[in-house]
């Protein structure tokens, strides 16, 4: 079946870079991607979401970006905290309400 | 308003046992899910419900039945544990609003099969 996959599974950061962490779709017939952060112990909580009409989004401190051409999503971060350290998961949605996730990629925030 | 909540949070089984892990919404979301959560992997979905008298299977549903007669619970149910259903299980809801779907996951409970 289609998969989504994120590039690296880990991503050390210093405090206050910004942090870049990408995602790779296979499925050319999704529309709509969403990000999770997942802290340790808790739920995936909803970040941002794209539709597949538009190549960006923005919101506090997060910008999440699509390229439909090569199939590649990316989630940007502003100025890292030590708040921001969590496991990052990009969805897609492959019809109705069903997700597909990533394996997710684990950020770490140096101080 | 508390959201999606999970219950039990921690729960040992026996090979062979059979439980139920409890979910529950009150923010009158018509669909819900159930996805299971594995070492280095992410969420796979293992049943969920369009609303309620509804139920579909997802990507790994055997072992697994549900069932949804109101829209606020939707219960998971382990018909014969077996040490590969150990995992993290993780309820949620969701809505629809403009084409956009935001998912409201529960806290999870972590389930250990011997």
């Known amino acids: 079946g289609e998969s989504v996959g994120l590039h690296l599974p880990t991503l050390s950061v210093q405090e206050g870079d910004n942090s870049i962490i990408n995602c790779a779709y296979s499925?050319?017939?999704?529309?709509?991607f969403i990000w999770y952060k997942q802290e340790s112990g808790k739920g995936p909580q909803f970040i941002i979401d794209?539709?597949?009409?538009?190549d960006k989004r923005q919101g506090q401190r997060v910008t999440v970006l699509l390229n439909k051409t090569v199939k590649h999503l990316s989630l940007q971060i502003a100025a890292t905290q030590p708040g921001d350290s969590a496991v990052y998961f990009c969805a897609e949605n492959d019809y109705d309400y069903k997700l597909s996730f990533g394996a997710g990629t684990t950020v770490t925030v140096r101080a | 308003n508390a959201g999606v909540t999970q219950t039990p949070k921690f729960q040992v089984l026996k090979t062979g046992q059979s439980m139920t892990l409890q979910c529950a919404q009150d923010m009158n979301h018509e669909y819900m899910s159930w996805y299971r959560q594995d070492p280095g992997m992410g969420l796979r979905l293992i049943h969920y419900?369009?609303?309620?008298?509804?139920?579909d299977q997802g990507e790994v549903p055997n072992g697994y039945n549900v069932s949804r007669s109101t829209t606020e619970d939707f219960p998971l149910r382990l018909l014969s544990a077996a040490p590969s259903q150990t995992s993290v299980y993780f309820c949620?809801?969701?809505?629809?609003?403009?084409?956009?779907?935001?998912?409201?996951f529960g806290p999870g409970t972590r389930l250990t099969v011997t």
């Open positions: 419900s369009v609303g309620a008298g509804i139920t």
């Open positions: 794209i539709r597949s009409n538009m």
């Open positions: 499925n050319s017939a999704s529309d709509y």
């Open positions: 949620a809801s969701s809505y629809s609003y403009r084409g956009r779907y935001e998912q409201y």
